[in-house]
């Protein structure tokens, strides 16, 4: 694939210099996104003898060609601010692509691991990684980009409910409506509850913002009574527009096509994570991000650098409430009930854990961190039941949830004394590590 | 939300709820106490205070209602073994942990209180125990309303042992070390001060305070269970008003928050005690962060 027509422009003689055209660079992604097509027309059992070698070379493939088709060019300052343009990075997010748009296929497929490893059930737990990846971004813009710790979190999912709630049952609109006005109206209630960061900072902040939880929990609760009754809200499916009814893959039954399997919500949580996660990304690179950045440091210091400090909190917390609710409205939808006590304090916490865990700084974090919050209980599950030795012990079966949530607290507390950049920065070094071996077999190879 | 007219004025009621507003509120004291303890000399916001209050309890469980142990005996040997918990936590976690940002350390805290709600329920089970009676159950008749001997021995202990803790912190010399290392720790490291020595007995007392007032809670509430942990909550309101800095006005601010709660709770029904409580925090946050005792000098804007 490194033949592939690169129009090498070597310009004043430094060799270092490669442009590719957009259509080419554009390729393996394309590539890697359109492999569902192909995936859905074959029953693609991985698993089955050949089936596995195909997609591992399908896998290498995409990530080669991405690799070889990075532009360099020491002169152009413009491509390093563009989101992937280092070899490393086009390659591993061409890979990562076509791993999440696998996922689904593999996990849908009646594959039963050896030692009755968990197969099916890895469906919920990947939607739940996704559906908190993106809350936790956005608790991750606020507490770790902007440096304003808000412990109303679990306030915005409530609205972003109260709104589903509103807009999709009593009103009896569309759910795809719902998500624009949840953002809408996270992000005017999140600049009306971050009007206590323009006075408060550090500890007194998050005091306070526990201060509006219960305020809206109250809220919540006598919604959900006035509404709904004591036995909490139920919500229907959501219908794909009929607009969307061509895209390949969808096959409308009565002319409805209804988000009720994992397998489809996995698509719908997908795309609107990625949107969003991508959208915060663009933000956090932009002068709005860097500003964020500036108030964390030091809010006098950005004062003098010709911020608007009271501005950028105030957009900070009505981005990050916006993101939120959004992830409230859809986590609602997808677990289909909601019940007064469904949302606690103890969430927020869950979320800080996420992106501690994961990494403070980073969105990457926040996805590091909610593979290690979902993932790991499972594991834990199924070493319980399956491994010899671990199984025979009575202990762990019957006290199962209490030495989930111990193992998980103790693993919280060793991260943290141990890495304090989290699971992110854990990442970060070893891919640099391999990145460096990598650079020096190369150039050992040239001399 | 309806308010009841005929028992808003109602003496007896009142008073009734003033008394066991106070009992409640020395608890919220107690913990306040060791929370504002622990922020002001360790810069630690330390969130599991709820859970060693609810570890108080349920070593009260082990020891009054399992082994019929003597009242004084039994809240001593808690107490004590509260400390040294507290010891354990500093030099196993908090030492470790020195220099890392604000929020890891906060989450530090919360991993500690997770550990401790899985021990608690591995060891007594999820189901929650009846209270604790190693105290009289009687009331007594006051001015025409029935109090509980409970809410006035809770309240004269929670009030003997904090004013012993405060003899303690303000007159020894160890105390006045502990106080050294929370107002400047630089300069008392440079007169000779052991740091390490102080934040370790910090930590040591202020977890032995939260065992007693573990203990006292067990004999409060109606029943002992995992739930009790959400009163560590409670801190935070108590702590504000007494302005975050202040020991001696973290109790009253605990009293505070404890009678408006049930003054709330009884008048306009138990659902409106959190937002209450919450909504007192918020406010003196927004317009008087200092509180009633707080150092005006702190950087805070």
């Known amino acids: 694939m490194s033949e592939m027509t690169i129009t090498d422009t070597s310009t004043s003689g430094s060799s270092s210099v490669k442009r590719v055209p957009a259509s080419l660079r554009m390729l393996p992604f394309l590539v890697a996104l359109a492999s569902p097509l192909i995936l859905d027309n074959i029953s693609w059992n991985p698993f089955a003898g050949w089936k596995i070698v195909v997609g591992f070379i399908l896998l290498i493939g995409v990530g080669k060609f991405a690799w070889s088709t990075a532009e360099r060019d020491p002169d152009d300052p413009r491509l390093a601010l563009k989101l992937w343009h280092r070899p490393d990075q086009r390659a591993l997010t061409?890979?990562?692509?076509?791993?999440?748009?696998?996922?689904?296929?593999?996990?849908?497929?009646?594959f039963d691991p050896p030692m009755d490893f968990p197969w099916a059930s890895w469906f919920r737990i990947v939607n739940y990684i996704i559906l908190f990846a993106l809350g936790a971004g956005a608790f991750n813009l606020l507490a770790g980009y902007t440096g304003q710790l808000s412990m109303a979190h679990a306030a915005f999912l409530m609205i972003g409910t109260m709104v589903g709630a509103h807009v999709g049952l009593i009103w009896g609109q569309s759910f795809w409506l719902c998500l624009p006005i949840a953002a809408v109206a996270g992000a005017a209630l999140g600049a009306l509850f971050g009007i206590p960061a323009l006075r408060l900072r550090g500890l007194y902040l998050m005091l306070a913002t526990i201060g509006v939880h219960f305020i809206v929990l109250l809220g919540w609760k006598e919604y959900l009574v006035h509404y709904f009754g004591f036995g909490g809200v139920r919500f229907n499916p959501p219908n794909l527009p009929s607009w969307l009814h061509w895209v390949p893959g969808i096959n409308p039954e009565d002319g409805e096509f209804l988000i009720n399997t994992q397998f489809r919500w996995f698509w719908v949580n997908l795309t609107i994570t990625t949107i969003c996660l991508l959208f915060l990304v663009n933000v956090i690179r932009s002068r709005e991000g860097r500003a964020f950045a500036a108030v964390r440091d030091r809010d006098i210091s950005a004062t003098l650098l010709g911020i608007n400090v009271a501005r950028s909190k105030l957009v900070a917390f009505a981005l990050s409430s916006a993101m939120v609710s959004v992830s409230g409205c859809l986590l609602s939808y997808y677990n289909r009930a909601r019940s007064e006590d469904s949302f606690n304090l103890e969430q927020v916490l869950d979320y800080g854990i996420i992106i501690v865990v994961g990494g403070f700084m980073g969105i990457q974090g926040a996805i590091f961190g909610s593979v290690f919050f979902f993932a790991l209980p499972m594991y834990f599950e199924w070493m319980r039941e399956e491994l010899?030795?671990?199984s025979d012990i009575d202990f762990f079966s019957r006290y199962a949830g209490e030495v989930d949530l111990a193992i998980r607290g103790i693993l919280v507390v060793v991260v943290l004394v141990w890495r304090?950049?989290?699971?992110?920065?854990l990442w970060q070094s070893a891919k640099n590590r391999v990145l460096r071996q990598f650079q020096n077999s190369q150039t050992g190879a040239a001399q | 939300m309806e308010i009841l007219a005929s028992t808003f004025f109602d003496f007896g009621i009142n008073v009734q709820l003033v008394v066991s507003?106070?009992?409640?509120?020395?608890?919220?004291?107690?913990?306040?106490?060791?929370?504002?303890?622990?922020?002001?000399?360790?810069?630690?916001?330390?969130l599991a205070v709820g859970e060693f209050l609810m570890l108080g309890s349920y070593f009260g469980v082990a020891f009054f209602m399992e082994r019929q142990t003597n009242f004084f005996v039994g809240t001593i040997v808690i107490t004590a073994v509260m400390a040294l918990f507290g010891l354990v936590?500093?030099?196993?976690?908090?030492?470790?942990?020195?220099?890392?940002?604000?929020?890891?350390?906060?989450?530090?805290?919360?991993?500690?209180?997770?550990?401790?709600?899985?021990?608690?329920?591995?060891?007594?089970?999820?189901?929650?125990k009846g209270n604790l009676t190693a105290l009289p159950t009687g009331?007594?008749?006051v001015a025409g309303t029935n109090i509980r001997w409970v809410d006035i021995i809770v309240l004269l202990v929670v009030a003997a042992s904090v004013a012993g803790f405060?003899?303690?912190?303000?007159?020894?010399?160890?105390?006045?070390?502990?106080?050294?290392?929370?107002?400047?720790?630089?300069a008392a490291a440079g007169v000779g001060i052991d740091p390490d020595r102080a934040y370790a007995l910090t930590w040591a007392m202020a977890i032995g305070i939260a065992g007693l007032g573990g203990v006292m809670l067990g004999h409060f509430t109606p029943s002992v269970n995992p739930a009790l942990a959400a009163i560590g909550l409670r801190a935070f309101p108590a702590a504000a008003i007494g302005g975050f800095t202040s020991v001696g006005g973290s109790i009253i601010g605990g009293l505070i928050v404890g009678v408006i709660e049930q003054l709330a709770g009884g008048h306009l029904g138990t659902k409106w005690r959190e937002p209450v409580a919450f909504g007192i925090l918020f406010l003196v946050l927004i317009f008087k962060p200092t509180g009633l005792f707080g150092q005006k000098d702190l950087e805070r804007v």
């Open chain 2, 89 to 128: 936590i500093h030099y196993g976690i908090m030492r470790p942990m020195v220099g890392q940002g604000f929020f890891a350390i906060v989450l530090a805290t919360i991993g500690i209180a997770t550990v401790i709600r899985a021990v608690v329920q591995m060891r007594f089970g999820p189901l929650e």
């Open chain 2, 21 to 46: 507003g106070l009992a409640l509120g020395a608890i919220y004291a107690v913990v306040a106490l060791g929370f504002v303890l622990v922020e002001k000399s360790t810069a630690v916001l330390n």
């Open chain 1, 94 to 110: 061409a890979m990562t692509c076509l791993a999440l748009v696998a996922v689904p296929f593999v996990l849908g497929t009646d």
């Open chain 2, 139 to 141: 009331t007594i008749e």
């Open chain 1, 388 to 390: 010899p030795f671990i």
């Open chain 2, 166 to 186: 405060l003899a303690f912190y303000s007159l020894t010399r160890t105390g006045l070390h502990m106080r050294a290392v929370a107002s400047n720790i630089e």
């Open chain 1, 420 to 425: 304090p950049d989290g699971l992110a920065g």
